[in-house]
């Protein structure tokens, strides 16, 4: 089952298994970072599936990511809740307004899944979740070139586009006005966080680090 979580191919899976059963079960999402061959990146997206129970931090048995723990924090701040009590807490994820955790960060969309995962936290998205295979010689943001067409895992979702991880170390960004070949009002009406998606690449700035997709004749 491992290895069917996103960034987890069979011989991670492997891995894990072998460094659980080496060092105990894990206590903490971070400690998946110690897994030999688990890297950062494979961490960033796997880390939202991979449930850690009875664990140190209640967060690490929901389907919140790691890098969304503090739009969490200030939830729970807000209500004068632990954290913990906000797990699997329907009624009191819907006395949150949703807007007010926007953030640089996390647009919308992803603190709407949030608070869905929040109430739901024993919800399994590997069902409806296929892993993205990145493409071979493309490791840093100088491999990607205008025209070629790669895959990659949406990572967060704005008014004005969605990220997308090419496995780069740097996420592109597809604009409102390339996701899809019809008009599109609000990008979550067409990606989540997490999905899979092919793109092409519009064009590569190198020294602003910024590498801009689309998903125009390719969404289908």
Do not use: W
Not at 19 to 46: I, T
Not at 69 to 93: D, E, F, I, K, W
């Amino acid at each position: 089952l491992l290895s069917h979580v996103a960034g987890i191919g069979p011989k991670l899976a492997n891995a894990i298994v072998a460094y659980r059963d080496g060092k105990g079960k894990f206590s903490n999402r971070q400690q998946l970072l110690k897994v030999p061959k688990l890297g950062q990146k494979a961490f960033e997206q796997a880390a939202g599936f991979l449930r850690i129970r009875d664990g140190n931090d209640p967060l690490d048995n929901s389907a919140v990511h790691p890098e969304s723990y503090h739009v969490v924090q200030r939830m729970a701040h807000q209500l004068n809740v632990p954290c913990q009590s906000l797990v699997g807490n329907a009624t009191l994820a819907s006395k949150l307004d949703a807007q007010l955790f926007v953030d640089e960060r996390c647009g919308l969309p992803t603190v709407q899944d949030i608070l869905e995962e929040l109430a739901k936290p024993g919800r399994d998205p590997r069902d409806e979740f296929r892993v993205a295979e990145f493409a071979e010689g493309v490791h840093d943001i100088s491999d990607v070139k205008p025209g070629m067409v790669l895959e990659g895992v949406v990572t967060n979702v704005t008014r004005f586009g969605a990220f997308v991880d090419l496995g780069v170390h740097q996420d592109g960004l597809i604009h409102i006005s390339q996701l899809a070949d019809q008009y599109v009002a609000d990008p979550s009406d067409v990606v989540s966080v997490g999905d899979v998606v092919r793109v092409k690449v519009l064009e590569v700035d190198i020294d602003r680090r910024r590498i801009s997709l689309s998903r125009k004749q390719l969404s289908g």
